[in-house]
């Protein structure tokens, strides 16, 4: 069992910054691709980034150039660093992993709620 615990949401002001983590309670080495989603009310939760075993990012169109996932090279953490934030990037942001020993399987976070105004 992976859990996965996240941390950095809040309220902030449109044109602000906010910087999401996600640690895992597994080792690096266990772990494949790790990616954060996010779900709007009454929306389907989508993709927002994820960045594989190595170290590749890919990126939803929406947040190109304004959002940046890393993925700390000694810790089984990632982080979301979000720039430029807009009211339509509201929502819960959920962390979500895969093992290589189980990549069929997806580990979700509990979430955490990212609130823009403007």
């Known amino acids: 069992q992976v859990q996965l615990v996240e941390s950095g949401g809040g309220l902030v002001l449109a044109g602000g910054s906010l910087r999401l983590s996600c640690a895992a309670s597994?080792?690096?080495?266990?772990?494949?691709?790790m990616g954060w989603y996010r779900q709007a009310p009454g929306k389907q939760r989508e993709l927002v980034a994820r960045i594989s075993s190595a170290g590749t990012p890919t990126y939803a169109d929406s947040v190109k150039g304004r959002f940046t996932i890393s993925r700390d090279g000694a810790k089984n953490t990632i982080y979301l660093q979000m720039n430029s934030l807009k009211p339509e990037d509201t929502g819960v942001y959920y962390c979500?992993?895969?093992?290589?020993?189980?990549?069929?399987?997806?580990?979700w976070g509990q979430g955490t709620q990212v609130a823009v105004s403007s």
């Open positions: 979500k992993a895969n093992l290589y020993m189980n990549p069929g399987v997806d580990y």
């Open positions: 597994v080792s690096r080495s266990s772990l494949s691709a």
